[in-house]
């Protein structure tokens, strides 16, 4: 695209919408709703006549999010501000524009000062142990709940899991599009596989349908939504009689991420942060996880020139729990699951 073309809307959001996935891995749901909101700009700005991108001015950027601002909640107009953000760096980036219009797009404050909204340790581990398994519905919810709560995943991320995503001989969990559009490969606790293994083999029904969690009453078998796994937060909230300051699927993964930070980067001794950083070094930043560090760490070295132990090296140590922490087995083994090899036992 250039300047002096007449470009449509249609193709102007097509563009944006490459851009978002391949320049910056922006994953689908979030840039349906950039789309949107970009949308709704450009109609205002242009009707359905060509988009002149050189025409937009400050102005027309702070009265549009000013319109929001009257009529939707400031989540939403925080979302349409970096929606037009992200825009106009893309006409930037194109060179479709040479000034930085982004920054003339109004902030929303509207964060609350203070940790988000969560449940402590405690009342996180007795909302675990309040979970119904007397049904294959109660099996299902339990297990949707404690990859939440172990692992972190997102509602999205629980939809998506597929049943070859779960690694039994390695104890992993593959993740295959996170947030950030990158997917990511997260080891698997004895009380994660535990509970999936409970589920797969005494409540899931039998079908076709390649994902772990599926439907139990109505449409038996066919894959399950988002809204399910809100539903399956909610009703465990409510079995325990725990009255929680939000509700929904994000209130675990916020709680999971405020007891993290709260403990320090590594707290393998909490049974809640235990089966997402287990598997991290005491004194763990981010910056140390390269191949360098991967292969000081590796016991094998003296086999340095052996390529493919290194590249199993690479793959597994960034999972493997550090010596002195437990394995991945117990009761999650009757399903086949297998401790996955640390350093110097790859």
């Known amino acids: 695209m250039t300047s002096r073309d007449r470009l449509t809307l249609e193709e102007v959001l097509t563009a944006f919408d490459e851009h978002l ?10 840039r349906r709703n950039y789309a949107r909101f970009v ?66 797009v109004p902030m929303v404050p509207h964060r609350r000062s203070g940790l988000v909204r969560h449940l402590d340790p405690g009342r996180l581990e007795q909302l675990i142990a309040s979970l119904d398994s007397s049904s294959p519905r109660g099996l299902r919810d339990r297990a949707i709940i404690v990859c939440m709560v172990r692992l972190g995943l997102r509602a999205s991320e629980v939809v998506a899991l597929r049943l070859e995503d779960l690694g039994w001989g390695n104890a992993v969990v593959r993740v295959r599009a996170r947030k950030t559009g990158h997917g990511a490969l997260l ?35 066919a894959p399950i939504s988002s809204s399910i796994v809100g539903r399956a937060v909610d009703n465990a909230l409510r079995r325990a009689e725990m009255a929680a300051p939000m509700r929904g699927a994000n209130l675990l993964r916020h709680s999971l991420a405020t007891i993290c930070s709260a403990t320090g980067p590594v707290c393998a001794r909490s049974p809640t942060c235990s089966g997402i950083v287990r598997w991290l070094p005491p004194g ?11 292969r000081s760490r590796c016991r094998g070295r003296r086999r340095r020139h052996d390529r493919q132990h290194h590249r199993a090296g690479r793959r597994f140590h960034r999972v493997a729990p550090w010596p002195g922490l437990p394995l991945a087995q117990s009761r999650a083994c009757v399903a086949g699951l297998r401790p996955i090899p640390g350093p110097g036992r790859a």
């Open 39 to 104: 949308r709704a700009f450009l109609r205002v700005m242009f009707c359905d006549g060509p988009v002149e991108v050189a025409n937009i001015c400050v102005r027309d950027v702070v009265e549009f999010v000013g319109g929001l601002s009257r009529r939707y909640q400031p989540g939403t107009v925080e979302l349409a501000a970096s929606a037009l953000r992200s825009f106009f760096r893309f006409l930037r980036a194109e060179g479709l524009r040479g000034d930085r219009l982004e920054d003339a």
């Open 284 to 294: 763990f930043t981010p910056r140390l996880m390269s191949r360098r560090w991967v």
């Open 21 to 30: 996935r391949r320049t910056r891995g922006v994953c689908p749901g979030t």
């Open 187 to 221: 080891p698997l606790p004895d009380g994660v596989g535990a509970a999936l293994a409970g589920y797969l083999q005494h409540g899931r029904p039998d079908t076709r349908a390649r994902q772990v969690f599926v439907l139990h009453r109505i449409r038996v078998g």
